[in-house]
């Protein structure tokens, strides 16, 4: 098999070194169990974001080669298909060894390509192989139901299916966790798979690739195909393929969900957020300052599930003065590269991104906020080309104000007044996204509140990023949702598969009762 990419290369690019670069590595496409490289010579450079190195390239697939993966996916799937379930676990349980095996050559790659810290590149990769042995059980996640004697001599049962083919469409932010929210929940459930990484940070999902056929995976189940617009328009339009994941912004997850649910296609979509933080006055101060730096700056706020609004409730005007411990414990932060040890949070992903924060930033204060901490001109030593941003806290924010109407997906808290809960949930529910929501207290009165009315898919309650282990599903709501069966947990299965049921009848026929043309009955 293909070795991926040559990390030890992409290391030392990493370091800043002198030494001209080697040429960058072409990604290749897997279809039907091989790696082969595009004919395409359309390319698109994967960019180390902290040095602007080129770690490699993806070709804008060809239209012919996009068939040829669908086509590799239609024909291992009768075979898959009819594949032991047991078998088909075992290649799961075989995937998260190897998974834990690479753990740290899949960190590696995803801070070279994306940024993030090493460690936090290992949250990314753990939390997506906590799907895949949730996949290990796809016995009992993916059985059936049975009703005994419905009628005299019959009994009715359920069996949940396989689509066929399937195909992810993923996001630049979690280069491992969502490629893994996706494939391993639709091959162990039967189906065969077509996957279109990020064009950003293609690495992670060819090394699970690989990973996946050497723990057995049979060729053409899983295939990978790299590009942009078009070729996701042809998997939108795909007659063979039968149903799309897909997490990203919004704009392209709305044209997908219309594109694809026209053509008959499930589609799953998750998108984007503003996710609140309320903070009540009686909300353990200590603790709950260490979850909005940790939940707001993490991850250089590029995760969908980052708190990156807080609402301090007024009614005991103490969190206000609390405002400046915020900005004491933000500028205390390193900003790094995410190869370097020492690092809190590394680049945001690209030249653009970086300029859309610091426009929306620049927004705010032209419409008033206050600017409590300004990480806008950050230079890091060393890298100084990377596209870092530091923490930045704006203050007084408004509802009415472009940088809280538009998800930033950086390191900027906002911070926003409210005189009762009440206020605070009206204004959380207001805005349109809906993908997480969090409250800090120790009122069970006023948890319970702000569970029952906060109107977010996922709800914590002093837990500031709370994504749901893999037996859970990640339910998003409002704009940050399309569809209606969520990534993982029993939902998941279900998005990949559909019901059939069986009514058998097996009495002694001998000396029937005649025809009847009425419906029958029991
Ligand atoms: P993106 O929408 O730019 O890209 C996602 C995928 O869609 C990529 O594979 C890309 O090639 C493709 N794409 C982009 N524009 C397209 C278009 N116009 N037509 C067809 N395909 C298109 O998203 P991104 O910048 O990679 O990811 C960040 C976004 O993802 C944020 O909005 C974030 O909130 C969201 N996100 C959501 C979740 C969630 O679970 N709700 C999780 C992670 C990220």
């Known amino acids: 098999a293909l070795k991926y990419l040559n990390i030890s290369t992409a ?64 024909q291992a799937f009768p075979s898959w298909r009819n594949t032991p379930i047991t078998t088909r676990q075992r290649v799961m349980l075989k995937l998260q060894q190897l998974i834990r095996r690479d753990m740290d050559k899949l960190a590696m790659n995803i801070t070279i390509e994306q940024g993030k810290t090493l460690k936090d590149a290992q949250g990314d990769v753990f939390r997506g192989l906590e799907v895949v042995e949730h996949a290990c059980g796809m016995a009992s996640l993916q059985m059936g139901e049975f009703s005994s004697n419905v009628s005299h001599g019959i009994d009715t049962y359920s069996i949940r299916e396989p689509l066929g083919v399937c195909a992810g469409i993923c996001p630049f932010n979690f280069p491992a966790m969502i490629p893994l929210w996706m494939f391993p929940v639709a091959v162990t459930s039967g189906n065969t798979f077509v996957l279109k990484p990020s064009e950003k940070d293609p690495g992670a999902s060819m090394i699970l690739a690989e990973l996946a056929m050497e723990a057995g995976l049979p060729s053409g189940v899983l295939n990978v195909v790299h590009g942009t617009n078009d070729i996701v328009n042809a998997i939108c339009d795909d007659e063979d393929i039968k149903a799309i994941s897909f997490v990203g912004s919004n704009t392209a997850g709305m044209h997908i969900y219309a594109r694809a649910s026209a053509k008959g296609k499930r589609v799953q979509s998750n998108m984007g957020a503003k996710n609140h933080g309320i903070v009540m006055p009686d909300a353990s101060p200590d603790a709950t300052l260490n979850a909005l730096v940790a939940a707001g700056f993490g991850a250089a706020g590029q995760r969908c599930m980052a708190l990156s609004t807080v609402l301090l409730l007024l009614i005991i005007c103490l969190w206000c003065s609390r405002e400046n411990e915020l900005v004491k414990r933000a500028k205390s932060l390193k900003v790094n590269a995410g190869t370097e040890p020492d690092a809190d949070l590394g680049p945001v992903i690209s030249k653009q991104a970086k300029e859309r924060v610091c426009r929306l930033i620049q927004s705010g204060v032209e419409s008033g906020a206050r600017l409590l901490l300004d990480g806008r001109d950050i230079v890091v030593p060393g890298y100084e080309q990377g596209n870092f941003v ?24 906002l911070c926003m007044q409210a005189d009762s809960l009440e206020t605070a949930i009206n204004i959380a529910n207001r805005n349109k996204y809906g993908n997480g929501a969090a409250i800090f207290t120790s009122s069970g009165v006023a948890a319970r509140k702000f569970q029952a009315d906060i ?7 002093n837990v500031p990023i709370p994504v749901p282990l893999p037996f859970f599903s990640f339910t998003g709501s409002k704009a940050s949702f399309a569809g209606d069966l969520n990534f993982y947990g029993k939902a998941g299965v279900n998005f990949y598969t559909q019901i059939k049921t069986v009514t058998q009848q097996w009495k002694d026929l001998a000396g029937g009762s005649g025809v009847s043309l009425a419906m029958p009955t029991s």
């Open 11 to 74: 290391t030392e690019q990493s370091r800043h070194s002198d030494p001209p670069p080697p040429p960058p590595a072409r990604v290749p496409n897997l279809i039907g169990g091989s790696f082969v490289n595009s004919q395409s010579s359309d390319l698109i450079d994967v960019i180390n974001p902290a040095t602007q190195q080129v770690v490699s390239q993806i070709p804008l697939t060809k239209n012919e080669e996009f068939k040829a993966a669908v086509s590799a996916a239609k």
């Open 455 to 461: 109107e977010a898919g996922q709800v914590g309650i």
């Open 390 to 413: 530091g923490p930045t806290i704006l203050s007084g924010v408004t509802e009415d104000m472009e940088c809280y109407k538009e998800e930033i997906f950086g390191p900027v808290l």
